[in-house]
């Protein structure tokens, strides 16, 4: 009977910009979203203040915005998310928690995020857009990337970071203008795009600094290296203890 009420009372409202609080909007929340029709698309949106505009096919989030995609949880402090499209934009400290697996998460940071719930293409920006994977059968530790922008391809499994990429690794350190990790070959390619890769690394009690046209880095237990190609240069620091 709530719902039926509901149902008849928006009918009869002739504004098409709803606004709601976070405490209605319960109630409220699958009334509008049966006409929107997200739930099709497994959306759950919130946050303290709610906006729908059913002409332009939005529904904005306020404050505390929380968004649920399956195993993805999203937070910001405002969302916008677009019916027609299924295109979730969030701004100001943005994070996403993924779990792919029992032993397996995604953590994602930036200050703006496009979130493409069709495809499950994300892209972070921001100057301190940060990724950290973790895989205990996989990693001792995990893996972390720092850039301006980070795209993550749930789908297929493939995270792809540009413009200073940082890369921080049991060896040390991989600097680059673009990174690509994929989770299948547990590997991250560091590509040259402009300037040429360049990692810090230690090993055995050495220090080495090296420039190469491409740097892979191999992360998994069984098969941790590092592996350099084309015009590798590098510096070597040895200390001699006698």
């Known amino acids: 009977m709530i719902q039926n009420s509901i149902k008849c009372l928006l009918r009869n409202i002739p504004l098409y910009l709803i606004e709601l609080s976070s405490a209605f909007f ?20 919130s946050g303290n203040i709610m906006k729908v505009n059913n002409n332009a096919n939005l529904i ?24 027609k499209d299924s295109i ?5 400290n943005v994070k996403m928690i993924s779990k792919i697996s029992n ?5 994602c940071y930036g200050t703006s995020v496009k979130y493409n719930v069709n495809n499950k293409n994300i892209s972070f920006r921001g100057y301190n857009a940060m990724i950290k994977y973790s895989a205990m059968k996989l990693f001792k530790s995990p893996l ?12 297929h499994k493939v995270l792809t970071a540009y413009d200073s990429v940082e890369a921080i690794t049991p060896f040390g350190k991989i600097y680059s203008d673009k990174a690509i990790f994929d989770k299948k070959a547990s590997e991250v390619i560091f590509k ?3 300037k040429r890769p360049l990692a810090n690394v230690f090993y055995n009690g050495q220090k080495g600094t090296y420039k190469a046209d491409e740097i892979i880095f191999y992360n998994s237990d069984n ?19 006698q």
């Open 26 to 45: 319960v109630i409220c929340f699958f009334v509008i979203t049966s006409f929107s029709a997200i739930d099709a698309k497994n959306i759950v949106l």
């Open 60 to 83: 904005i989030s306020s404050g505390n915005s929380r968004v649920v995609n399956n195993t993805n949880i999203i937070t910001s402090d405002e969302m916008t998310y677009n019916t």
């Open 88 to 92: 979730l934009l969030a701004y100001g």
């Open 103 to 107: 032993d397996e998460l995604l953590e």
């Open 144 to 155: 972390v990337l720092n850039a301006r922008e980070i795209n993550v391809d749930i789908n």
């Open 192 to 194: 040259k795009c402009g």
């Open 223 to 241: 098969n941790k290296k590092i592996i350099m190609n084309g015009f590798v240069v590098g510096e070597v620091e040895m200390e001699h203890k």
